[in-house]
């Protein structure tokens, strides 16, 4: 069924409760998610973005029971991504003439997944599109606001921005607007989703916003392609994205580390109470990489001053999981974070210098050499561990 935002502007997407995981298994989604879609009913009739592939059927079947496809006169593409252009070969069956409003680049994307010669029109930063009755589309291309072809559809008279991913949150809600949602709930969304998808773009991120900013043109709304709308103060999204663009960090200090035998978790332990004791204020947060959720720890990462990564020894390297997690924490390119390595080792005692290779690599600025200790921690070791957060926190705080 579908759902008014405002005038003649409804969600017609689809809510999936049931997604667990996304960009294959990624992305946890742990509340879910939504593929927004949305229906203009102007004197002109415009479908903005369709839905996930499996749920194509359903979705073109629903969108039967509220119009009569023969009256859509456009279809616009913010972004080729298959969560959200899945549906348009079942959709295009009855369409086939219709034009759809995308990027060059989104043609290309579209191309290369469907196959199919649909009526393309290419559109540009400025480009217009008449609706009747005063009101227009104005076209914003956002490229790598997540994929080169993204672009953002501004509908003049009702001040809607449609944004597609940027803004969005993996969470489903059936309260669909932001006001009514949980706070606590939407911010840990939003944020994760800026983390794990939005950081290596921060450059892109602050130059688009403030580019529609100098527009000086009302937002009512800002209808994203995933999670809630946001028609409360729709702008304070646009604000946070601002601030977490801006290399951004709180007084956190995240202990991330895997262990085999519990040698490198009891220096987690030691290092965390070194850390706490030079610095009662900071926020230091013990995670085990193997079996915590990585897109949480690299939320906490995103959000902490310092990490401090632990491994043991293994085959002259690192733990599996600890190597899964810096690989795609160097994809992420954060910006002015400190970190620090530990480890135990039995006999050759690679983990650290290869944890502090791969940190310099994504970036970060090494606080000390690490800290690698031989066999089982002992009284003396825990000590040392210890004086190294400490170390750690003196460091993390200037
Ligand atoms: Fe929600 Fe980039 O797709």
Known sequence: MKRKLKS???????????????????????RGSSYNAFLIEEEKVVLVDTVWAPFSKEFVDNLKQEID???????????????HSGALPELMQYLPDVPIYCTANGVKSLK?????????????????????????????????????????????????????????????????????????????????????????????VTRKIQEIFALGVPVDMIAASHGVIW?????????????WADAYQENRIAIIYDTMWGGTRRLADAIAKGIQGADP??????????????????????????????SPTI????????????????????????????????WSGESVPNLNTYL??????????????????????LKQAEEFGKDIARASSV
């Open 315 to 346: 085959n002259r390297g690192i733990l599996t999981s600890m190597a899964a997690l810096i690989e795609e924490v160097t994809g992420l390119k954060f910006r002015s974070k400190r970190a620090a390595a530990f480890g135990t080792y039995g």
């Open 112 to 204: 290369g997944q469907y196959h199919k010669e649909w009526n393309f029109k290419i559109v540009k930063t400025g480009d217009t599109l008449d609706l009747g009755g005063g009101k227009q589309l104005v076209f914003i291309e956002a490229p790598m606001l997540h994929w080169p072809d993204s672009m953002f559809t501004y509908l003049t008279g009702d001040n809607i921005l449609f944004s597609n991913d940027a803004f969005g949150q993996h969470y489903a809600s059936e309260y669909l607007f932001n006001d009514l949602v949980d706070q606590d709930e939407l911010y840990t969304e939003a944020i994760k989703y800026y983390a794990n998808i939005l950081t290596p773009f921060s450059a892109l």
């Open 281 to 310: 204020e900071v926020d230091v947060r013990l995670f085990n990489a193997a079996q915590r959720d990585k897109n949480d720890i690299i939320t906490e990462i995103f959000r902490s001053k310092t990490v401090v990564l632990g």
């Open 8 to 30: 003649n502007v409804y969600w017609v997407g689809k809510m999936d409760w049931e997604l667990t995981r996304f960009h294959g298994n990624e992305y946890s989604t742990h």
């Open 360 to 381: 310099k690599k994504a970036g970060f600025e090494l606080i000390n050499e690490g800290l690698i200790t031989l066999w089982e921690p002992d009284d003396r070791i």
């Open 69 to 83: 496809l023969s009256r859509i006169d456009y279809v616009i593409a913010n972004h080729a991504e298959v969560d």
């Open 231 to 243: 028609r409360d103060k729709p702008l304070q999204i646009a604000e946070k994205y601002l601030e």
